[in-house]
């Protein structure tokens, strides 16, 4: 039997959505307030800004601990939402999770802590440098969540050093995403092949240029 003009029209809309909803990661909890521009994808906007964040081992970040505080913050995000998307190979979560392991380290938080109380100070420290006010900063990021609390975190954020796991998890999972794009699987279906990291969180494809 012939549905109803409307019902045709909602049964269109309904699969539109569907198809949407198909050509692109699965975002489970919301990002902070701030981490990214409103979207209807943060996680690959996260992934995005992230990639070019930890370019040539992070050097974009070195002086700039306002970009550095919101490029930490975006790849915990990343790294948390990781897991939740079927079709992303179990090995680059396992390079994500290695790679916000060298960031925390880097910035000596406490690799232990929830990755959403992280980001959200992250966030509220970026958000104050970016408006002038080192002390709101420094508030931002207490100890024990940074060891020796908010004046040492953000003398680390300053210069955080080389990054290459950030630069190679970052960009091994745009490549991934590129991948599942073509082939149109984001939705319902299994994880893709590894792509070249030990269950250790190692690296085995070449790094970027460095320093």
């Given at each position: 039997m012939a549905l109803p003009r409307a019902g045709s029209a909602i049964l269109a809309m309904l699969t539109l959505a569907a198809c949407d909803e198909m050509r692109r990661p699965q975002a489970g909890a919301a990002p902070p307030a701030g981490l990214v521009a409103?979207?209807?994808d943060p996680v690959r906007d996260?992934?995005?800004?992230?990639?070019?964040?930890?370019?040539?081992?992070?050097?974009?970040?070195?002086?700039?601990?306002?970009r550095a505080a919101r490029a930490a913050a975006r790849l915990e995000y990343v790294a948390?939402?990781?897991p939740g998307w079927g079709p992303i190979s179990p090995?680059?979560?396992i390079a994500l999770?290695?790679?916000?392991?060298?960031v925390r380290s880097a910035l000596a938080a406490d690799p232990e802590a929830s990755p959403r109380l992280v980001?959200?100070?992250?966030?509220?420290?970026s958000n104050a440098l970016a408006r002038g006010d080192r002390a709101a900063a420094a508030s931002a990021l207490p100890a024990p969540l940074?060891?020796?609390?908010g004046e040492a975190a953000l003398r680390l954020l300053e210069q955080p050093g080389p990054l290459p796991y950030a630069e190679q998890a970052t960009a091994l999972l745009v490549q991934e995403s590129a991948r599942i794009d073509a082939e149109q699987r984001w939705y319902g279906t299994q994880a893709a092949?590894?792509?070249?990291?030990t269950s250790g969180g190692t690296l085995t494809e070449g790094l970027g240029r460095g320093y």
């Open positions: 409103p979207s209807a996260a992934m995005n800004l992230a990639v070019d964040d930890f370019i040539d081992q992070g050097r974009k970040l070195q002086g700039n601990p306002t948390e939402a990781a090995s680059i979560v999770r290695g790679a916000r392991s060298e980001m959200q100070a992250l966030v509220a420290a940074f060891r020796g609390g092949p590894d792509t070249g990291v």
